[in-house]
């Protein structure tokens, strides 16, 4: 119940192109959906958040696209750029409870080619 | 306004050795929580501290220790190391506890190596 399922596990998107990557949790009580991009060499750094009052959020090229019923949220990167190579994670947190534990996905390697 | 520092970036040690980790994090900020990253298990969470206290704690032998000092500095520890604990330790740094402001920053980590 507190995982957080990651798809896919690599991706190859051309310039330009749209690159997409897929979360789906079980806990409904999560309420806090990051994710965070990490270089090699570096700390994740958050990219984009949502919460589940709202189904999109657009920052940039960056848009979270969340499905509270079906439990699944996606990130759309619009106009992929070599330097959005990278490894993307998913994460979810909430339930209740002081607490700003964050579950992470299994991660998904972007390579963006020129 | 600087962000989550945390020292040393890298170290070296021997199995079962002890090793303690720190995380200056993020000025105002009084949660810190602490992540293993590892290619093999991903991201895991260790710990979390707010105003000195333990909130949460992952599912970790109890080899891995934690604390915050009154400035919400934290540390971490690790005694008697195994192979098995070479990873990237991250910290992470947020506001509060709970409600909007829970966005979590994360240091650049500290690559341990257990030799």
């Known amino acids: 119940q507190q995982q957080v399922k990651q798809s896919p596990q690599s991706l190859i998107v051309q310039k330009g192109g749209i690159s997409i990557i897929n979360c789906a949790y079980e806990?409904?009580?999560?309420?806090?959906f990051p994710w965070y991009q990490q270089f090699p060499g570096k700390g994740p750094a958050l990219l984009i958040a949502i919460r589940p009052d709202v189904s999109e959020k657009k920052e940039g090229r960056f848009t979270i696209s969340f499905n509270k019923s079906a439990k699944q949220f996606s990130l759309h990167i619009m106009d992929s750029q070599p330097g959005d190579s990278a490894t993307y994670f998913c994460a979810a947190s909430g339930g209740g409870g002081a607490t700003n534990k964050l579950i992470f996905g299994t991660g998904t390697l972007l390579a963006v080619q020129p | 306004k600087a962000g989550v520092t945390q020292t040393p970036r890298y170290l070296i040690k021997t199995r079962g050795q002890q090793v303690t980790l720190s995380c200056s994090p993020i000025s105002g900020h009084r949660s810190v929580s602490w992540y293993q990253q590892t290619p093999g298990q991903g991201l895991q969470f260790l710990f979390e501290y707010f105003s000195e206290t333990q909130r949460n704690k992952g599912n970790f032998p109890g080899r891995f220790s934690g604390r915050q000092f009154s400035n919400s500095r934290s540390e971490m520890n690790v005694s008697t190391l195994e192979l098995g604990d070479s990873a990237l330790y991250l910290c992470?740094?947020?506001?509060?506890?709970?409600?909007?402001?829970?966005?979590?920053?994360f240091g650049q980590g500290t690559r341990l190596t257990v030799v």
């Open positions: 806990n409904t009580a999560f309420d806090y």
């Open positions: 992470a740094s947020s506001l509060a506890p709970q409600g909007l402001n829970t966005e979590a920053f």
